[in-house]
T-cell receptor, first 109, second 114 residues
Framework: SQQGEEDPQALSIQEGENATMNCSYKTSINNLQWYRQNSGRGLVHLILIRSNEREKHSGRLRVTLDTSKKSSSLLITASRAADTASYFCGGYNTDKLIFGTGTRLQVFP | DTGVSQDPRHKITKRGQNVTFRCDPISEHNRLYWYRQTLGQGPEFLTYFQNEAQLEKSRLLSDRFSAERPKGSFSTLEIQRTEQGDSAMYLC????????????FGSGTRLTVV
């Protein structure tokens, strides 16, 4: 079963704009991760944020974590057409990742 | 090492037939996971191995599903007496004990049951 839910389910923006996706999860988790999935392919790990961290940056990615609200956000700055993909958050439940429902991002050139 | 390999990429089978998928993880990774993903949804956990030991199975994994990882290397996922509801993408992933680096996923096996 899905543990997290991403919001929005779908997002369309122009190149150069920022894209923000949110993830809320139902139970306590350790170490939340974000993944990207291009159509018909496997998931690619983007970034991990530990339970004791509040914000993390990696290139054009910025992730925040609010454990009290059980939520996380992924910000992609200066988006590119190549960022078009589905994005999933995943939290560790015991020893395995449980994923959310995903946000489908479309970036128009 | 070219990453996680899954074979076949696509499989079309008739309802009631058995199918078997293979996953070759990154050789240094001792953990291997199977997920199922349907269109528009996130991956759903099925089962995982640490070395050759199968440590957890999801309630989603009915008796028709079985997974093995002999000798802690490649893994197979078998579905017996396939049903149309089994149509999905089956994803394999591997990881090391250091969770910081996340999972490395294969490209998946797309199963269509007709």
């Amino acid at each position: 079963s899905q543990q997290g839910e991403e919001d929005p389910q779908a997002l369309s923006i122009q190149e150069g704009e920022n894209a923000t996706m949110n993830c809320s999860y139902k139970t306590s988790i350790n170490n939340l991760q974000w993944y990207r999935q291009n159509s018909g392919r496997g998931l690619v790990h983007l970034i991990l944020i530990r339970s004791n961290e509040r914000e993390k940056h990696s290139g054009r990615l910025r992730v925040t974590l609010d454990t009290s609200k059980k939520s996380s956000s992924l910000l992609i700055t200066a988006s590119r057409a190549a960022d078009t993909a589905s994005y999933f958050c995943g939290g560790y439940n015991t020893d395995k990742l449980i994923f959310g429902t995903g946000t489908r991002l479309q970036v128009f050139p | 090492d070219t990453g996680v390999s899954q074979d076949p990429r696509h499989k079309i089978t008739k309802r009631g037939q058995n199918v078997t998928f293979r996953c070759d993880p990154i050789s240094e990774h001792n953990r291997l996971y199977w997920y199922r993903q349907t269109l528009g949804q996130g991956p759903e956990f099925l089962t995982y191995f640490q070395n050759e030991a199968q440590l957890e199975k999801s309630r989603l994994l009915s008796d028709r599903f079985s997974a093995e990882r002999p000798k802690g290397s490649f893994s197979t996922l078998e579905i017996q007496r396939t049903e149309q509801g089994d149509s999905a993408m089956y994803l394999c992933a591997s990881s090391s004990a250091d969770l910081y680096y996340g999972y490395t996923f294969g490209s998946g096996t797309r199963l269509t049951v007709v």
